[in-house]
């Protein structure tokens, strides 16, 4: 994915070189212990999102290429998004025996999500809202780089 270098400022970036979707194991991983200061219902929420994107990425484009973050605490949210140079277009379907279901999971838990197509492919990203949930965001600081 092409960025503009200040872009990234506030942006954690794992590169994903695997195309074999077990490779996953390892991107969660990354997020999960990214994330750890967050509250349990926030990881939960944020580590499924990483889970479904890394998924359709794998299924639908060959593998991701990047997986980024962005905590942020003023609003409360954590922001995933899995970079993958696929052409497709993600969108909500009804779903079936042949899937589905992944993103309609994480547009009931999202705030927001969405696609931004690039030269070398595609970002899909999804927000979850920390605020007003009853769990404490963490304080700038407390979250891991």
């Not at 991107?27 to 359709?56: K, P, S, T, Y």
């Not at 609003?75 to 589905?100: F, K, M, N, W, Y």
């Not at 705030?111 to 197509?117: A, E, K, P, Q």
């Not at 492919?121 to 999804?126: F, T």
């Amino acid at each position: 994915m092409t960025w503009v270098r200040d872009d990234r400022a506030d942006w954690q970036i794992l590169d994903v070189t695997g195309r074999d979707p077990a490779d996953s194991t390892s991107a969660r991983h990354w997020v999960q212990d990214r994330i750890a200061a967050f509250g349990e219902e926030h990881r939960i929420d944020a580590l499924l999102v990483a889970g479904e994107l890394l998924e359709n990425a794998y299924q639908h484009a060959g593998g991701p290429a990047q997986v980024r973050l962005r905590l942020r605490h003023a609003p409360c949210e954590i922001t995933v998004a899995v970079a993958d140079t696929g052409s497709g277009v993600p969108r909500l379907r009804i779903p079936d025996d042949g899937g589905g279901r992944g993103l309609v999971l994480v547009d009931r838990i999202c705030s927001s999500w969405g696609v931004s197509h690039h030269d070398d492919g595609k970002l899909v990203w999804a927000r979850v809202g920390c605020e007003g949930t009853g769990f404490p965001c963490p304080a700038p600081g407390d979250g891991r780089s």
